[in-house]
């Protein structure tokens, strides 16, 4: 197996190879593919799904695990997910370990494709020992001006930690975007904005989170 075959076969499902791990993972795996939406164009592949719209709860927690429970069985691969438990799998840490995810100044992770708006749908975890690309640089070292830090109307998102009340009462307010929109400081990131999420997909994520 290869990275560019992993990478091929993810992006037939419309999803991204977000990093790559090859050390403290769990016994008999020696590589693991972290992944997420691949965008633009995973919400329109998701909301014409079965999952999307039968009605029925998590219908992106159920897509995720039927369409990469398909990808292990392609690639003679075993499925992870980051939903499920207990026990949870460590996916922070996992991304942290990938050198693509990094601790923003905010406290979110951030990554140097999807910014802000990093998420992951699952994880291939793979016998072999690959050879793993190296990892981009912190897009948040080349970052001068930092717009996450001044984002948030109520500063819920600091580096000391995050004021879920404070957030939550702000979505209430009638002058809140966030609600139609996705948060203000995931899409502040300049590396946010050119990712390709819609407006319509972090509503979604948003009404889940509320």
Not at 35 to 62: C, H, K, Q
Not at 137 to 150: A, K, V, Y
Not at 155 to 175: E, K, S, T, W
Request: negative net charge; hydrophobic residues 40%.
């Amino acid at each position: 197996m290869r990275y560019d075959q992993i990478e091929t076969a993810a992006h037939s499902a419309q999803l991204a190879v977000m990093g790559v791990v090859g050390h403290d993972l769990p016994e008999g795996i020696g590589t693991l593919a972290l992944l997420g939406p691949r965008e633009p164009g995973f919400w329109d592949v998701f909301t014409a799904s079965p999952e999307y719209n039968d009605g029925r709860p998590d219908p992106l927690d159920r897509w995720s695990k039927r369409v990469i429970d398909t990808l292990a069985t392609e690639l003679d691969a075993i499925a992870f997910f980051p939903f499920g438990g207990p026990p949870f799998q460590p996916f922070i840490s996992w991304a942290t370990a990938s050198g693509r995810a990094h601790v923003s100044p905010v406290g979110l992770l951030v990554h140097d494709e999807a910014g802000l708006m990093l998420s992951y749908r699952g994880a291939l975890g793979f016998v072999d020992v690959l050879d793993i690309p190296q990892a981009p640089p912190n897009p948040c070292l080349s970052c001068r001006t930092q717009p996450c830090m001044t984002a948030c109307p109520v500063d819920a998102l600091q580096p000391h930690g995050y004021d879920v009340a404070a957030c939550r009462a702000d979505l209430d307010r009638d002058a809140n975007t966030c609600m139609a929109r996705g948060c203000a400081v995931r899409r502040a990131c300049p590396v946010s904005q050119s990712h390709g999420r819609r407006d319509d997909q972090s509503a979604f994520h948003m009404r889940a989170f509320k």
